[in-house]
């Protein structure tokens, strides 16, 4: 997990809305990211693409299985836009 994840910020120079990531992830897609609460507990956190810019995803949090996790300084909860590196998702069904 490199840098900071940032709350509804927008980066600057937007690329066009067809843009995906390296890892092939875009505008609509659904993506996960498996953390840990309390070191212990496993979750998937899931999210929905709504924008692709300078490589960076804008995350609209849809689910973290009843959990607050705290993530690059951001608490997470369904509804939460975080703009992150793609790094730590994966397409998810």
């Known amino acids: 997990m ?3 994840a940032t709350r509804d910020s927008t980066p600057p120079k937007p690329t066009p809305p067809a ?7 875009g505008i609509g897609d659904k993506v996960c990211m498996t953390g840990r609460m309390a070191l212990i507990l496993e979750i998937t956190i899931t999210g929905y693409v709504e924008d692709v ?3 960076r995803l ?3 949090i849809a689910d973290t299985q009843g959990t607050t996790p705290h993530y690059k300084g951001v608490s997470l909860s369904p509804g939460v836009i975080i703009w992150d590196d793609p790094s730590g998702w994966y397409l998810c069904n």
């Open 2 to 4: 490199q840098g900071m």
């Open 58 to 60: 804008k995350i609209r």
């Open 19 to 25: 843009a995906r990531t390296a890892r092939g992830m």
């Open 53 to 55: 810019r300078n490589g």
